[in-house]
């Protein structure tokens, strides 16, 4: 296997997960599966229009999956009345697909989604509430792609796709760290959007 494949070891029941944490007929289902199925439908795209050496149904299952963990924060704008910060819905998400018994390449797209990755000095320098024991920087190309195509939709408001320009200034808020992270994606998965 060539290095940044992603080999499906066996079929993940992602929708089975989904139901089971995000019942259709509730209004964090409805967030949740809107979001998830923009960022999933994006990545599998951008997959298939360049090329790129990952399996569609596990692209499908990694964005399907990459934000398990936010019912347990606390954001009542999208229906999530949990206990925890919404910055640990990451590894939060890892630690329930790991439950589970999902792949834990599919653990590991959920735990290094949030903004750009997060590298070790920025969760210092914020004193963000993260585990220090794990990598929170999007390594494979199937982490990195779910990661990308994740910041071109919200989960407020209409769902629509943001133009890129948005993106990039949301992410220079962020700091140089986070912008040039986006920019290294934004040109590893151009021309998309």
């Known amino acids: 296997m060539k290095s940044g494949e992603c080999r499906v070891e066996s079929k993940t029941d992602y929708i089975g997960l989904i139901d089971r944490y995000y019942p259709a007929d509730t209004p964090l289902g409805r967030i949740y599966r809107s979001h998830c199925g923009k960022v999933a439908d994006l990545a599998v795209r951008i997959a298939r229009g360049l090329g790129l050496p990952l399996d569609e149904e596990q692209v499908r299952a990694a964005a399907m999956l990459h934000d398990i963990g936010i019912f347990m924060c606390d954001a009542p704008s999208i229906e999530c009345h949990g206990t925890e910060p919404y910055i640990c819905h990451g590894y939060l998400g890892a630690d329930i697909l790991r439950r589970e018994g999902v792949a834990e390449e599919l653990a590991r797209v959920a735990e290094r989604h949030t ?22 920087m999007p390594e494979t190309l199937l982490e990195k792609l779910v990661c990308y195509a994740d910041k071109f939709y919200s989960k407020s408001g209409a769902g629509n796709l943001k133009p890129v320009e948005k993106v990039r200034a949301q992410m220079a808020r962020f700091g140089a760290g986070p912008a040039g992270r986006f920019a290294v994606l934004e040109n590893l998965f151009t021309p998309y959007p």
């Open 115 to 136: 903004g750009t990755g997060l590298t070790p000095a920025e969760i210092a320098a914020e004193n963000l509430p993260l585990p220090s024991d794990r990598s929170y």
